[in-house]
């Protein structure tokens, strides 16, 4: 198939691209490679597959874009670029959240409608349920508490009302807090992890006894290539790792991982946070066939092993920078003969320049004005 990836350079965004290229489809990345996260982390995810014959990236934005460039073959859309965070979409970073959540996405559904796509699969958010039940599942009222959560609920809802209007084959998987090698620096256990490596103390938000539904990402991704021939469309589905654990459970088995201990830090508790959120997968068991097949041991590991060679290699890098010295053993008297010289040099020109003016004869300008001439209209 010829699939049309946004996000592409993304966490979970690289890691589809690869499964697919590797599943023989041909890929045209889409990413804006924004500047909420480092540009190289984004570079680096997707080095493995830059080179790849089928795959082609373009680097844009897709709320200014022509999507002309983008729409000639195309048979499927994974739309997973977004503004993510939960915690930084309060205030003017909102307008962020509108552009690149709500208008980005409508625009690719208005712009695909009528084509002969197969299928788009919007990425949602666990985060469009807020604190609502125990267990989430699918019908249950929807009460964000973020602002991203508001934005990610009002691209799911386009494309349910593009899906009902225009028929077109669009599903939604709702993820919850994925994970694995390559997520994003903002999220808890990137940042754990950086911690932990720089022997600093982590940071937890509350008192840690929130808990998460963790998805390790290549579940996600079984998922996602699946939703793309499976008979989904209009479908809303709850994709979880089925791996609940409260902050500091999963801090424990970091530390277990890791084989290292770590101070803890207690932080207020961050507007927009919730504080459980527990997939109901029956649905996606029932449509999928799907059972998550990896713990969170086990994809923490997996983590901690990426994030080891990250952090050495971002180490090395800064040291790198670090080491290119400004110059500090200037010879000042040599300098400053040399500039001496320059000016001398410089008078000397000056001087022989204007001894060959006065040597040369002046020349005269003589304006004559024939009597004969015409006198100018003084109109002209
Ligand atoms: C994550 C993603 O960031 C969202 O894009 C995604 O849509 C969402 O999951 C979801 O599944 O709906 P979040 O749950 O906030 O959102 O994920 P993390 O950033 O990994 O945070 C998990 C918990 O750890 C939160 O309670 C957060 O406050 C806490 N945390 C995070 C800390 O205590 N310390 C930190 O340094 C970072």
Redesign the pocket.
Known sequence: MKILVTGAAGFIGSHVVARLLKEGHEVTGVDSFDIYYSRGQKEKNLMPVLLHPNFKLIEDNLTTMALVKVQKGTEAIVHLAGQ????GSWGSSFNRYVANNIQATQKLLEEFKGSKLKRFVYAS????YGDVGEILSEDMRLEPKSP??VT?LAGEQLCQIYHQEHKMPTVAL??????GPGQ?P????H??CQSILHEAA?????D?K?I?DY?YVDDVVDVVTAALSADVAGQVVNVGGGSPAT?LEAIAALEEVSGQKCPRTF?E??KG??FS?RADTAKLEKLFGFKPKVSLKEGLAREWEWMSRFVQSEDEERSIKANVQPITDVDHAALAEFKADEKAAKKAARKEKSSRKAKSPKRKIVSEISSDAPASDPAE
């Open positions: 993510p965070g939960v915690r958010s666990s985060s469009v991203y959560g990610k709702r993820f919850f807090s994925v994970y994003r903002d999220m808890a256990f940042r754990f982590i940071s937890i938000y509350g840690g929130q998460r998805t902050l932080l508790r961050q946070d919730v959120t």
